[in-house]
């Protein structure tokens, strides 16, 4: 989902700016009245960034990353992993990849808008209206989500400088399958772990685990 260097104008990357900049602030407030969010913003950070890191691979004008989003959406809560992404991607930018600094917010963009779109189309729902968490669930949601980055980045790519062929942009696209079926692996065992020992003073204080039902 890094859009690489080059692709994308000044001008437009300032725009991209504004527009991460202003969503993260309104978010962020909320931060004040649930200051337990705080340490969950930073450890999306921590934990993205370690995904991120633990796979990646260029595949034309982007690349594929392992994200882990809908389990930190689901063990972390909607604010700190919408704050995370912005500040997992900061964090990695200042130690691994300085070239990306210049697209943070074009990449935060990207990972943020499809999480806006599953939070307020089926996230929301599991927490307050307690329906119940199982693998459909969490398989749609990935769908829904990799979907998102995928248009996202096509989005990027057709308002770019640069002429990038439809097949290009398709193999990055059918590259996040993988994703769609390795990931709700990922999800379901971290928050079935969690939930175990969703009575522990610090999963109660690091994590976002006990108002979710999950399935047996």
């Given at each position: 989902m890094?859009?690489?260097p080059?692709?994308?104008?000044?001008?437009?990357?300032v725009?991209?700016?504004?527009?991460?900049?202003?969503?993260?602030?309104a978010?962020?407030?909320e931060?004040?009245?649930r200051?337990?969010?705080?340490?969950?913003?930073?450890?999306?950070?921590?934990f993205?960034?370690?995904?991120?890191?633990?796979?990646?691979?260029?595949?034309g004008?982007?690349?594929?990353?392992?994200?882990g989003?809908?389990?930190?959406?689901?063990?972390?809560?909607f604010i700190?992993?919408?704050?995370?992404?912005?500040?997992g991607?900061?964090?990695?930018?200042?130690?691994?990849?300085?070239?990306?600094l210049?697209?943070l917010?074009?990449?935060?963009?990207?990972l943020?808008?499809?999480?806006?779109?599953?939070?307020?189309?089926?996230?929301?729902?599991?927490?307050?209206?307690?329906?119940?968490?199982?693998?459909?669930?969490?398989?749609?949601?990935?769908?829904?989500?990799?979907?998102?980055v995928?248009?996202?980045?096509?989005?990027?790519?057709?308002?770019?400088?640069?002429a990038?062929?439809?097949?290009?942009?398709?193999?990055?696209?059918?590259?996040?399958?993988?994703?769609?079926?390795v990931?709700?692996?990922?999800?379901?065992?971290?928050v079935r772990?969690?939930?175990?020992?969703?009575?522990?003073?610090?999963?109660?204080?690091?994590?976002?685990?006990?108002?979710?039902?999950?399935?047996?």
């Amino acid at each position: 989902m890094h859009i690489e260097p080059g692709y994308i104008a000044q001008s437009k990357i300032v725009l991209a700016d504004v527009a991460a900049s202003g969503l993260l602030l309104a978010y962020a407030k909320e931060l004040i009245k649930r200051p337990g969010d705080i340490i969950r913003s930073l450890l999306a950070s921590v934990f993205f960034t370690l995904f991120m890191q633990s796979f990646h691979y260029t595949i034309g004008p982007s690349e594929l990353h392992f994200v882990g989003a809908m389990a930190m959406y689901l063990t972390l809560g909607f604010i700190p992993t919408l704050i995370g992404f912005a500040g997992g991607l900061l964090l990695q930018g200042l130690v691994f990849s300085p070239w990306d600094l210049p697209q943070l917010a074009v990449n935060s963009l990207s990972l943020i808008l499809p999480l806006l779109t599953v939070h307020y189309t089926i996230g929301r729902q599991l927490r307050e209206q307690g329906s119940t968490l199982n693998w459909r669930q969490i398989v749609k949601m990935d769908a829904m989500y990799y979907s998102g980055v995928t248009l996202m980045v096509g989005f990027w790519l057709l308002v770019s400088d640069v002429a990038t062929p439809f097949a290009a942009w398709a193999a990055f696209a059918s590259s996040y399958v993988l994703l769609v079926l390795v990931e709700p692996v990922v999800t379901y065992t971290a928050v079935r772990l969690l939930k175990r020992y969703e009575q522990h003073a610090w999963v109660r204080q690091c994590f976002a685990v006990t108002d979710l039902n999950l399935a047996r």
